[in-house]
């Protein structure tokens, strides 16, 4: 358990915590930067951590959906998982790349590498411009949380200074 509390492990559990549905980047950011991460090194390794699954969301979730619905109860969490993204991809559909590049880059709930990789599979959009497009956005997002977090973090010091 020491290692956790080294900067390698600081970092790997940044690292992980950007790999998680919901929180993603948007809080894998603050938690590096709050274990003394440099931002850049916390928004790098998010932005990797939070690529990840994207490849596996978008080659397999369809598949893994449709053997949720086998079952009852998975069945009820697979269809709301389905009209989330059916949702979504109403605005995304519109301007296809652009669309869910912003999906993806904007940080807020309900938006993020999952949900975009999860819109752009049952959108049966192709991996080869998917991946690149939420890619994209992942990067925009990890740039608007570390320059969030390191001007809020850099104005409160300034505020106790």
Known sequence: MAFLSTLAGKALI????????VIELRGAIPYGMAQGLAP???????VIGNMLPVPFILL????FLHWMKRYPRL????????????NKSGR????????LCLLVAIPLPGTGAWTGALVAALMEMRLKRALPTIFLGVVLAGIVVTLVMALG???????HG
């Open 14 to 21: 940044t690292f992980l915590i950007s790999m998680v549905p």
């Open 92 to 99: 995304v559909q519109k301007s296809e790349l652009i669309g």
């Open 40 to 46: 850049w090194a916390a928004c790098i390794i998010s």
């Open 60 to 63: 397999f979730i369809r598949k």
């Open 153 to 159: 973090i850099e104005a409160l010091s300034f505020l």
């Open 75 to 86: 069945g009820r969490i697979a269809e709301k998982l389905e009209r989330r993204a059916s």
